[in-house]
């Protein structure tokens, strides 16, 4: 008999999705594939918020260098 099931590992101790369907004591062959995790994928979305995001992660350059040390200088 041959199953492909599916655990995790915890240690010395492979614990299994599904029941293996074997008697306690039984001795059994096992060969451990690793199997990599699946990639999220992204939500969609819409055309509209795509604009934004793009628009959002433009670089823009006033021209000038000293912003962040003039930002209190209203407050006088």
Not at 22 to 42: D, I, L, N, R
Request: proline share 4%.
């Amino acid at each position: 008999m041959t199953k492909t099931l599916h655990g995790k590992v915890h240690g010395e101790t492979i614990e299994l999705d599904d029941d293996l369907g074997v008697a306690e004591g039984q001795e059994v062959e096992v060969q451990v594939t690793v199997v990599q995790p699946a990639q999220p994928t992204a939500a969609p979305i819409s055309e509209g918020l795509a604009k934004v995001y793009e628009i959002l992660g433009r670089r823009h350059s006033s021209g000038y260098t000293d912003t962040a040390k003039r930002r209190d200088e209203h407050q006088s």
